[in-house]
């Protein structure tokens, strides 16, 4: 039986990110995902903040950064458009469209280069838990089946989260939390402008919202995400719809489909136990109006490495120690989390109608600053029965 | 019985939502496994309608 401090399962951003910094901790790692080619295909639409470059320690390289982007625009469902750019308004918060086929496979080379052993295609298919703590996973590996030892586990096993289910933790996400999300990569598209983040609201992607991440002067993620009890149709039947009425897209031309599911219930009750941490999607590590997971789950993938290298150093795995973890991840992201997830259940309940209201309300509106509370006001005054729902948590 | 169509693309979006466990995502492959009380929770999940309940 193969040995190890701690056993990664999953090589997204948040696994490869926890392997790394418990290797640079100095554990003995290993980090296994059953794709024969880490980061491909992608489940995503790549959009990233700049400060995820600060959490990961790591400059921000051409190789997979494909766009700066300079704003949003918001559209409503008759056509009404908010634009909010740089150069009008100061942004909170920029970012950058990546490549994550080639984003995902960097971040767990660096995991590599920091001492943790990868094993790709390689698939987790159970575990057991032993007398002394530790877990042992039945790993296949073209058609070799073996088991690994680990006194801690990492499950960052994405959105499917077989690893927290196996273990018993109490990390499930409901049906009405689990964004079904589908999109096209597409060429020949015609943005208005190619550094600004498109997303269109109301029954076009109903419990969600349809989104153009331009990727290059004519390249665009151009995708949507449901959740199927609020929709009448499929997520694909959706997208087709959209990218067809779309000026943007009705002549583009498709070069890749990307499905996947984005668990937007907020942070799961049990992210850690004895011997065990989830990070990412298998601890729902998602912002969850915006679905974006990336930042957050290299953020949850970082502590989770440092606390493992530390109790392995201690020799304590024990439930009490790793508490430390949740309390890292609570504080850095639960309160933004539950403000969003409220923020969208407000967003959801809108009907076409109320959300073009609100468009037309902020024409007349002119931002030089971006703070949440501009926006809210406006929103309020547009929509006073926002004011109920929205004002006590973002004012 | 599930039958998977094989547009399906191995996205584990399925796999997810479901509580009994019982969907295994390989590579290329789905698997069912015989704890599946054919809720249909999974059939609505999936993003292409790649799944269907057939008696
Ligand atoms: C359509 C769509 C668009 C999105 N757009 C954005 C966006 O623009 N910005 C953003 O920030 N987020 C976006 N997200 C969310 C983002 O993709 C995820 O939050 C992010 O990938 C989560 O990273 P992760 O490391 O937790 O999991 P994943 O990236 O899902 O990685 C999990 C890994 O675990 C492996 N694995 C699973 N089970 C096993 C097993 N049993 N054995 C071995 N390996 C296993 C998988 O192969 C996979 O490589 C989007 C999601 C979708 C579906
Ligand atoms: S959700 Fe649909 S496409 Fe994704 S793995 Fe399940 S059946 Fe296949
Ligand atoms: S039908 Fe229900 S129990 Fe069966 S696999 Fe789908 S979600 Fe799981």
New binding site residues.
């Given amino acids: 039986m193969i040995k190890t401090d701690v056993l990664v399962i999953g090589a997204g951003p948040a696994g490869s990110t926890a392997a790394r910094f418990a290797a640079k901790g100095g554990a003995k790692v290993i980090l296994m995902d059953k794709k024969s080619e880490i980061g491909s295909p992608k489940r995503c639409a790549e959009g990233v903040s700049k400060k995820t470059f600060d959490i990961l320690e790591l400059e921000a390289d051409p190789h997979w950064i494909t766009r700066e982007i300079e704003g949003v625009r918001l559209v409503a469902p008759d056509g009404t458009d908010v634009w909010l750019t740089n150069d009008v308004i100061e942004l909170p918060e920029a970012g950058y469209i990546l490549e994550r086929k080639v984003f995902d496979k960097h971040l767990a080379m660096e995991a590599g280069r920091e001492g943790a052993e990868i094993r790709i295609k390689t698939q987790a298919k159970g575990l057991k838990k032993e007398a002394d703590g530790s877990y042992t996973v039945t790993c296949e590996c073209m058609g070799e089946v073996y088991d690994i030892n680990a006194k801690i586990l990492i499950g960052a096993d994405g959105p499917e989260s077989h690893v927290a289910k196996w273990a018993g933790l109490k990390a499930i996400t409901k049906p009405k939390h689990m964004e079904?999300g589908i999109q096209f990569e597409m060429c020949n598209a015609k943005m208005e402008r190619s550094d600004v983040l498109e997303f269109y609201f109301g029954s076009v992607a109903p419990g969600g919202y349809f989104w153009l991440f331009p990727k290059g002067d004519d390249i665009v993620n151009a995708g949507l995400a449901i959740i199927p009890e609020m929709a009448e149709k499929s997520a694909y039947e959706y997208l087709v719809d959209a990218v067809n009425n779309c000026y943007a897209t009705k002549d583009a031309q498709p070069v890749e489909i990307n499905?996947?599911?984005d668990p937007v219930g907020g942070l799961v009750k049990e992210m850690y136990n004895d011997n065990i941490m989830l990070c990412g999607d298998a601890a729902s590590q998602v912002n969850p109006l915006t679905g974006g997971g990336i930042t957050s789950g290299i953020t949850g993938g970082k502590y989770a490495g440092q606390v493992a290298a530390e109790a392995i150093k201690v020799g304590d795995c024990s439930k009490k120690f790793l508490k430390k973890y949740d309390k890292l991840v609570r504080e850095d992201m639960g309160h933004d989390m539950d403000k969003y997830s409220k923020a969208c259940d407000y967003l959801w309940s809108l009907d076409d109608d109320e959300l073009n209201n609100i468009a037309h309300a902020f024409q007349d509106i002119e931002f030089t600053t971006i703070g949440t509370t501009e926006l809210v006001k406006a929103l309020i005054k547009a929509q006073p029965k926002a004011a109920l729902k929205l004002g006590k948590l973002f004012l | 019985m599930m039958i998977?169509?094989d547009?399906?693309?191995?996205?584990?979006?399925?796999?997810g939502v479901c509580v009994r466990n019982c969907?295994e995502?390989k590579e290329t492959a789905?698997v069912f496994d015989e704890n599946c009380n054919e809720c249909g929770i999974?059939v609505d999940?999936?993003?292409?309608?790649?799944?269907e309940l057939e008696e």
């Fill in positions: 079904s499905v996947g599911g | 998977v169509k547009w399906c693309s191995y996205c584990g979006c399925c796999a969907i995502v789905l999974c999940a999936c993003p292409l309608a790649a799944l």
